[in-house]
């Protein structure tokens, strides 16, 4: 078993940042990915910002430019750094890690951007 847990969240005003953590632990052998969705209320969870296996990066179009995806290797630990906050970021954000066959997620924290 893998747990995630997170930090970082909270009430931001519009143009402001917070910066997320997701430190891992457990039975941790070869993560193929881990990075950062997130979901508002009423609509579907979606990707934000991942590493994949072959360390690349992805961001999804609506951060690009605003959020940046780093890591610490040896704490086994994402991080987000969310710059530029809008109103529409306004979200549960979820760490998430996927270690073949099985995808883990952490609790999630809340991130709140008021305009």
């Known amino acids: 078993q893998v747990q995630l847990v997170e930090s970082g969240g909270g009430l931001v005003q519009a143009g402001g940042s917070l910066r997320l953590s997701c430190a891992a632990s457990g039975s941790i052998f070869s993560i193929n990915a881990m990075g950062w969705y997130r979901q508002a209320p009423g609509k579907q969870r979606e990707l934000v910002a991942t590493?994949?296996?072959?360390?690349?990066?992805y961001y999804a179009d609506s951060v690009k430019g605003r959020f940046t995806i780093s890591r610490d290797n040896a704490k086994n630990t994402v991080y987000l750094q969310m710059n530029s906050l809008k109103s529409e970021d306004t979200a549960v954000y979820y760490c998430n890690l996927v270690q073949v066959p099985r995808t883990y997620w952490g609790q999630g924290t809340q991130v709140t951007v008021s305009s």
């Open positions: 590493f994949t296996s072959l360390s690349s990066t």
